[in-house]
């Protein structure tokens, strides 16, 4: 594939966005996701915008040392390997999760140290946490909890958030002496995979930031 210059930061980008979701499409959602986990997979289009963005605007993927914060079946965590990170660390407490987040780095050529934990037993430094938290639906304000985990290891973060809790998630940014750039906002698509959904797929509204220690 031919290699084309960014205009900033000075990388080549080795493969497209649009072929990096291709590829991120092709990793297995959970099997059996648990409701008081809110195990939704995140698109691979999304994965891929966010990965592209942390890689190429800000160079914060290529060379990095990468932690994804309840990975999942990995998505985040491969698609980084495939940018470029130089180590990448993806942490679940689910052991059903990681299995299909290594099988899945198997086909795509990816390197990840998988580790089943809990995410507050992890220790850095790392130089960027990505991340896609349960939205605190089930259990209120775990996405609070997830943030206050990364910014003790990494300087920079990237985190998906619903719009609803905006409002909320600024003050909570400003109050920790964090600053928080919202770099898109989106619908999320959520397949059926719950009893109590009634339709085939339905979209949340979300918010991607870029959190900064000050």
Not at 35 to 59: G, M, R
Not at 119 to 125: L, N, Q
Request: net charge positive.
């Amino acid at each position: 594939m031919a290699l084309r210059q960014v205009a900033l930061p000075t990388r080549l980008i080795q493969i497209r966005k649009h072929d990096l979701a291709i590829a991120l499409q092709k990793v297995n959602p959970h099997p059996k996701p648990a409701v008081a986990l809110e195990q939704y997979t995140i698109p691979a289009d999304l994965a891929a915008e966010i990965l592209f963005t942390a890689c190429y605007a800000h160079d914060d993927i290529q060379g990095k040392r990468v932690l994804d914060l309840g990975t999942g079946t990995g998505r985040l965590a491969l698609g980084a390997s495939v940018l470029g990170a130089r180590t990448i660390v993806g942490v679940d407490i689910d052991t059903s999760s990681i299995r299909v987040a290594s099988q899945s780095a198997k086909f795509l050529h990816a390197r990840v140290s998988w580790v089943v934990a809990d995410i507050g037993t992890i220790r850095g430094p790392f130089d960027t946490v990505v991340m896609n938290p349960p939205f605190g639906t089930k259990q209120p304000h775990t996405d609070i909890q997830f943030l206050q985990c990364a910014q003790n290891l990494a300087p920079v973060i990237y985190s998906i958030h619903k719009s609803s809790t905006r409002n909320f998630l600024e003050q909570w940014l400003q109050n920790q002496a964090l600053k928080g750039e919202r770099i898109t906002s989106t619908k999320m698509e959520i397949p059926r995979q719950f009893s109590f959904h009634r339709k085939p797929k339905r979209f949340v509204e979300v918010d991607v930031f870029r959190i900064l220690r000050t």
